[in-house]
C-alpha cells in the first residue's frame, strides 16, 4: 500500500461517498455518471491524483459493470437503488467498488488494500471478465453466471440495429476506449515525437492516416506544447471517419448546423485546408464560444459561427454541403459513457427521431442543386438511422442517396454507413450522404 492505514481508510470513505452520488445521480434522473463525478471533486477539491484516480477507477467500474453487479443484490435492494434511494450500507458499497476493480482489472495495490480492509478471501486472477465477475461473487459466497446481455437493459438489445454483432458490442463495452487524437498531416512527426519523449505509447489507424490512439498515460496530453499549437485534437476514430464521407474540397462552402463544440467542423476546415467558408450553427452559445477558442488555437480562419433556433435555414446563398450531425440518444458513445444505458428510457427514441426529422427537413433547403446533404448520429437505434433516412427521401424526392466508399473499410456502401466500433476500437456512428438533384 502506498499510504498509511489511515489515509487509505479516508480515501475508502471518500469513494463510497462518491459512489452514492453517483448511483444517485444515475438513477435519480439528475446527471450522467462522468458530470456527477466531475461536482463530487469539485465538492471535494481535497482528494490528490491518487485518491481520484482510484475513486474515479472504481466508480467508473460499478457503472461499467452495474449489470453484473445488481445480479449480487437481492431484489429488493436492487429495485431501491435504481429508483435512486441511499440504501447501500458502508460495507455493501465499498465491496461493490472493490468487485467492480477487480472485475475491471484495474488499481492492484488500492483493490488487495480494500480486499483486505473488509477481510474478503483472496479474488484469484482469471482473463476474461466474466471470469473475474464469477470470482469476487465466490468470495461473496454467491455462485452467479455472468452473460455479456446481462450489462445492458433487456429493451437496448431488442432495439438495436439487427445487423451489428451484438455478442463482439457486449464484449467491447467491458473495456474502456482509447483516446483517438486527429493529428494534422503537415505536423505528423512533430506530434509523434513529442508522444515518444513523454512516454506516451500509441498506434496509428492503419485506414486513416491522421487518427492515431494515444495509450492511458501520466502525462496529460492537453499540456504538451503540440496540442496548445493546434497540431493534433482529441477525436474519435468514427468521427473522423464521418469527415470522410462529407469529402469537402478547398474552396467550397459548408454548413455544419449541429456543431456543437466543433470537432467535426475543425475537420471540414482541415479539409478544406483552410480555405472556403464554413458556417458553424448550433442553439447553444457556449459550445460556439468553446468552438471559437478551438479555431483560433488551430488557426483555421475560415471558419464563422452562428447561433441559430433550430427551426431551419432562413439565408439566401444555399451551401455546396450541409453537415447533420443531429442530437440522437448518444447509444454509439456509451462505451465512453458507463452508466447511461441504465437511465435511459426507450420512449426518448422517438423524441430524438422526431428532432432529428423536423432539423432534416428545416435545414436540407440549404443545399444547393447539386449539392452535398450529410446526415449522421451515435446511434444503434434504426429508428434514428435507416428508418430515418427512409422517411427523408419520402418527404424529399428532390434527394438522392450517394454511394461512398466505408471510409475504414474501403467497401460500398450504398449511401449509408455504420462504423461498429467493435472492429476499429472506436464510438459506433451511422452516417447517411444525399445527393440534392434538384
Given amino acids: ?16 461517498e462518491a459512489l452514492r452520488v453517483v448511483l444517485g445521480a444515475l438513477f435519480g434522473g439528475k446527471l450522467p455518471p462522468d458530470r456527477a463525478l466531475n461536482d463530487f471533486f469539485r465538492a471535494h477539491r481535497g482528494c490528490g491524483s491518487h485518491d481520484r484516480k482510484m475513486i474515479s477507477g472504481a466508480v467508473f467500474a460499478v457503472c461499467r459493470y452495474w449489470g453484473w453487479l445488481r445480479l449480487l443484490c437481492d431484489e429488493t435492494l436492487r429495485a431501491a437503488v435504481e429508483k435512486g434511494e441511499n440504501v447501500f450500507s458502508r460495507r455493501e458499497i465499498v465491496t461493490l467498488g472493490c468487485g467492480a476493480l477487480f472485475i475491471a482489472h484495474e488499481e492492484t495495490e488500492s483493490r488487495e488494500a480494500m480486499r483486505r480492509e473488509l477481510e474478503l478471501p483472496v479474488f484469484g486472477d482469471a482473463a476474461e471478465a466474466e471470469m473475474r465477475a464469477g470470482k469476487f461473487a465466490a468470495a461473496l459466497g454467491i455462485k452467479k453466471e455472468f452473460p455479456p ?33 486527429r493529428v494534422r498531416a503537415a505536423r505528423r512527426e512533430k506530434v509523434l515525437a513529442q508522444l515518444r519523449e513523454n512516454g506516451i505509447g500509441f498506434e496509428a489507424s492503419p ?14 496530453l492537453f499540456t504538451l506544447t503540440s496540442f496548445r499549437d493546434g497540431d493534433f485534437e482529441v477525436q474519435d476514430l468514427a468521427s473522423q471517419a464521418i469527415g470522410r464521407v462529407c469529402g469537402a474540397v478547398s474552396g467550397q462552402r459548408w454548413f455544419d448546423v449541429c456543431a456543437g463544440a466543433g470537432g467535426k467542423t475543425l475537420l471540414l476546415a482541415e479539409m478544406m485546408r483552410n480555405r472556403g467558408t464554413i458556417l458553424a450553427g ?6 460556439l464560444e468553446i468552438l471559437r477558442l478551438r479555431a483560433r488555437r488551430a488557426g483555421y480562419g475560415n471558419i464563422a459561427v452562428k447561433v441559430h433556433d433550430g427551426a431551419g435555414w432562413k439565408g439566401r446563398h444555399p451551401f455546396d454541403g450541409v453537415l447533420v450531425d443531429a442530437p440522437c440518444s448518444g447509444s454509439g458513445v456509451w ?35 447539386g449539392g452535398v446533404l450529410v446526415y449522421s448520429t451515435c446511434s444503434l437505434f434504426p429508428e434514428e438511422n435507416q428508418e430515418q433516412v427512409a422517411a427523408f427521401l419520402a418527404r424529399h424526392p428532390g434527394f438522392e442517396l450517394e454511394d461512398f466508399p466505408h471510409p475504414l473499410t474501403g467497401e460500398a456502401t450504398g449511401g449509408m454507413m455504420l462504423v461498429q466500433g467493435e472492429k476499429f476500437d472506436c464510438d459506433w456512428m451511422f452516417s447517411a450522404r444525399f445527393r440534392r438533384k434538384v
Avoid at 446481455?149 to 474502456?176: C, G, I, Q
Avoid at 448550433?282 to 459550445?287: E, Q, S
Avoid at 426507450?346 to 433547403?365: T, V
Fill in 1 to 16: 500500500m502506498d499510504v498509511s492505514p489511515g489515509k487509505f481508510r479516508a480515501r475508502m470513505a471518500h469513494m463510497e
Fill in 149 to 181: 446481455e446481462a450489462l445492458l437493459p433487456d429493451f437496448v438489445l431488442e432495439k438495436m440495429d439487427p445487423a451489428l454483432n451484438k455478442t463482439e458490442f457486449l464484449r467491447t463495452l467491458m473495456h474502456r476506449p482509447p483516446m483517438w487524437l
Fill in 207 to 220: 485506414q486513416l492516416g491522421e487518427a492515431v490512439a494515444a495509450a492511458p498515460s501520466k502525462v496529460n
Fill in 282 to 287: 448550433d442553439v447553444r452559445l457556449r459550445a
Fill in 335 to 369: 462505451r465512453r459513457n458507463p452508466g447511461c444505458p441504465w437511465r435511459f428510457d426507450p420512449a426518448e427514441i422517438g423524441g430524438y427521431a422526431a428532432r432529428q426529422r423536423a432539423i432534416l427537413d428545416g435545414f436540407s433547403s440549404a443545399v444547393k442543386c
